[in-house]
């Protein structure tokens, strides 16, 4: 419930005059929204924040999180709009405006005609964000972390218009959902928190991660958290019908539940007898603070632990819980890397690293492909590859052997790897691969285009020296 101990009232000045806010941030306040609709007598919009100022716009009851605008990616000159937590640690938990910084000359405005609607605006008069939300009474920074929009008073908290925790950007926070047709995407980096590649959705059969790398934004998914556990299948999970499919980060961050939402047909009913509901994760680190979970810009969801005396810690790391390995990450090795069974990260014969000082950077060609030649060109062989696309991107062609699936690549000097499957003939092709996992499916061929080849032409793990990498996880399905 929220309540209203530093209730902020804007009076008009003149007309076509702007209201600004004159006294800071305390917690627990609460902005309420004046209703007059008389144009003539005041205000036509109410300024509650530029964006060059560091102060909080609102504070949680506890302090623990306040939303204000935030330096972008280290760029003096761009601000996001965003919810942290303050009370241990700087981190960003929910943002506004993460893919359309504004400059510090912006400002977050409730403009009250035709009805109070609240608006980030630009320097130029651009409105780089609105939540749909009209005839807004009240906005409250809730001490879960969850920001509120109200329609009927401060007292309607319980049935808010518009919640941050309906939108997440990265992080989720304890009690928080993912529901159906919404989505968590992960940031490019650890402070760069720009929309990445990778992206947890609720789909009707469970949780499902997908990877996006190319132009078109086509999401591949690469892991699966199924509804059903019959289902085990990518295609299964998707067109499960269990079709109202939310995703709970347990309010005592202990794990994650997988809920239905609405009335369960008959056939969800079928498949839930043999069904798996979530995953706990152990708490490896006890003690008093804050707890939050993160689609990583690698592609694994880590959970985390937040307190003075700690810092800021991974708790837990829950891909690496459940495959026991890191090379299942659509691009822990990067562009063209090779990820073996001990996650260490080495290019392919004829390619180098990106960052000799970092393997996981990925891999480029020491000889670049020619297109005027690309009839000519050869491959480099990678036996036992997994590759996460081959599971669910529809073959190019079925095809009677390898010859065949890198013909068909030739064709196109934009392709640059083709898998060939010896158990079912399918060839798969594709213009750029990320890692790929070395001796892990024998049935499957990675053949990955180059100019010319040595004497030597396949791949066997021992070419370059890569970097080991230990961690652990405790996690399990319940």
Known sequence: MA????????????????????????????????????????????????????????????????????????????RLLVVLSTLFNTTV????????????????????????????RDADGTVVWSPKVANISAIVMNSTGNLFILTGGASASENPKWQS?????????????????????????WNDWRSGHYTLRADPGGAVLYATFDAQQTMIPYSVLNYII???????????????????????????????QGNISAECLQEDRNSVHGVKFSTRIAGDGFRYMRVMPTGDIDSFFLSNSTGLRVD???????????????????????????????????????????????????????????????????????????????????????????????????????????NTGSCHLYDQIRTVEFGTSPQVTAFLRVAALPSTTTYNGKHYQGRKVTLTSDCSIV
């Open 230 to 260: 019959s289902n085990t299948s990518f295609t299964a999970s998707l067109h499960s019908a269990c079709n109202h499919t939310s995703i709970l980060y347990n309010a005592d961050a202990t794990g994650v539940t997988l809920l239905q």
């Open 316 to 422: 837990n790391e829950l891909f690496k819980g459940f495959y026991s390995t890191y090379c299942k990450l659509p691009s822990y090795c990067g562009v063209n890397g090779v990820c073996s069974s001990v996650q260490t990260c080495t290019c392919p014969e004829l390619f180098q690293a990106m960052d000799p000082n970092d393997p996981t950077e990925g891999c480029r060609l020491q000889t670049p492909l020619n297109c005027t030649i690309f009839r000519q060109h050869k491959f480099v062989q990678i036996s036992g590859a997994y590759y996460f696309a081959n599971a669910y991107v529809p073959p190019r062609k079925i095809v009677d052997n390898p010859t065949e699936c890198t013909d068909l690549c030739l064709e196109n000097c934009s392709c640059t790897a083709a898998f060939y499957n010896n």
């Open 165 to 189: 925790f309906d939108e997440p950007s990265d992080v989720l926070l304890p009690g928080q959902y993912v529901k159906p047709a919404h989505t968590s995407t992960a940031s490019l980096a």
């Open 93 to 120: 938990v929910w943002m506004a405006n993460r893919d359309l910084p504004v400059s510090p000359q912006a400002t977050l405005l409730v403009t009250p005609l035709p009805s109070p609607s609240l608006v980030l």
């Open 3 to 78: 309540t209203s101990m530093d209730i902020l009232i804007f009076f008009a000045l003149a007309i076509f005059a702007m209201a600004e806010r004159s006294t800071p941030a305390t917690p627990g306040d609460t902005f309420l929204v004046p209703q007059s609709r008389d144009e003539h007598a005041g205000v036509r919009e109410i300024k509650l924040a530029s964006a060059i100022s560091s102060q909080p716009i609102l504070l949680s009851r506890d302090g623990a999180y306040a939303w204000k605008f935030f330096q972008s990616y280290g760029n003096a000159t761009q």
